[in-house]
């Protein structure tokens, strides 16, 4: 099964940190479709057009399709070839962010990749209302985070809290490394004596790890990790450091008092979303 990834871009060459991720991520890269994003300013109104708007879009438009061209370039010197790769110029007319999710949702992709230029854009809406508005509501698909990946970093480390999200995040992970067959994953969870909310820490990593072998992960691919609760946010970008992990994968959403639910509330929300380096960070 085909896989089709959007990977938004800027005009600036050296953040295509996203476009990088791809390359370097995925070994094998037939049976890969790849759309690249470039999302100029909102165009004027009809009463607002003069040749001033005009020519500031025509720059626009120009810096955007230099931008997809080297993102292009970046793709095909990591080993996709011509016919993998669409792009794609765009119109914000709906505020960057929002055309963002938009372009996700219809296009069916199987994920939505941002470097730090989009990165940049959606921690101004983090700041505002991210759990309630766009983690839970509006994304219909997963979003990878690239804040400059180290593209020698290998593995996912998938954190689960045995919450219906999780099992999400790991049937989404568990088709990824389906195209990513170089690529382990460890699967984390945040225990408080042995356990995981009302569940035990022994089952989640059990059903974990049947959920990702039902979609085709073998046992040998699969590993386990358990850190304290109390150290969550920190624990986890030392675990990624440390060990050289390419990705960090959790679930959207999770148990009212578990790990995953805290993801986007408080301080391991930021931790994460705005500190992780090194690693990609997948929420699905």
Same mark, same amino acid.
């Given at each position: 099964m085909e896989r089709h990834l959007l990977?938004?871009? &800027?005009? =600036?060459?050296? $953040? #295509? *940190? +996203?476009?990088? *991720? #791809? +390359? &370097? *991520? *995925?070994? @094998? =890269? =037939? +049976? /890969? !479709?790849?759309?690249?994003?470039? #999302?100029? %300013?909102? %165009? %004027?109104?009809?009463? @607002? !057009?003069? /040749?001033?708007? @005009?020519?500031? #879009?025509k720059k626009s438009e120009a810096k955007g399709n230099k931008a997809l061209r080297n993102a292009k370039s970046e793709l095909l010197k990591t080993g996709f070839d011509e016919e993998q790769i669409k792009t794609k110029l765009r119109p914000a007319r709906i505020g960057k962010v929002n055309e963002i999710i938009q372009e996700g949702s219809e296009g069916k992709y199987d994920a939505v990749v941002l470097g730090r230029r989009g990165l940049s854009r959606l921690e101004e809406t983090f700041d505002e209302s991210v759990s309630s508005t766009l983690f839970d509501q509006e994304w219909g698909f997963p979003l990878w985070i690239c804040r $400059? %990946?180290?593209?020698?970093?290998k593995d996912v480390l998938a954190c689960v809290d045995g919450s219906d999200a999780s099992l999400r995040m790991l049937d989404h992970v568990g088709f990824i490394l389906g195209q990513a067959i170089h690529q382990n994953v460890t699967l984390l969870t945040i225990s408080k004596k042995g356990t995981v909310g009302d569940k035990d820490a022994d089952e989640v990593l059990y059903e974990s790890k049947k959920a990702? /072998?039902?979609?085709?992960? &073998? $046992? @040998?691919r699969i590993q386990y990790q358990v850190i304290p609760e109390a150290t969550a946010g920190k624990a986890i970008m030392r675990e990624a450091s440390a060990k050289y992990f390419a990705a960090v994968a959790v679930g959207r959403t999770g148990k009212a008092m578990g790990f995953l639910k805290k993801i986007f509330v408080g301080s391991v929300s930021r931790t994460l979303f705005q500190e992780l380096e090194g690693a990609a960070l997948w929420l699905a």
């Open positions: 990977v938004t871009v &800027s005009e =600036k060459h050296d $953040n #295509l *940190f +996203g476009v990088r *991720f #791809l +390359g &370097s *991520f *995925f070994e @094998e =890269k =037939k +049976g /890969m !479709k790849v759309t690249i994003l470039y #999302l100029t %300013p909102r %165009p %004027p109104g009809r009463f @607002e !057009k003069d /040749m001033d708007t @005009e020519q500031r #879009l $400059n %990946p180290d593209t020698k970093r990702l /072998m039902k979609v085709g992960v &073998s $046992n @040998e």
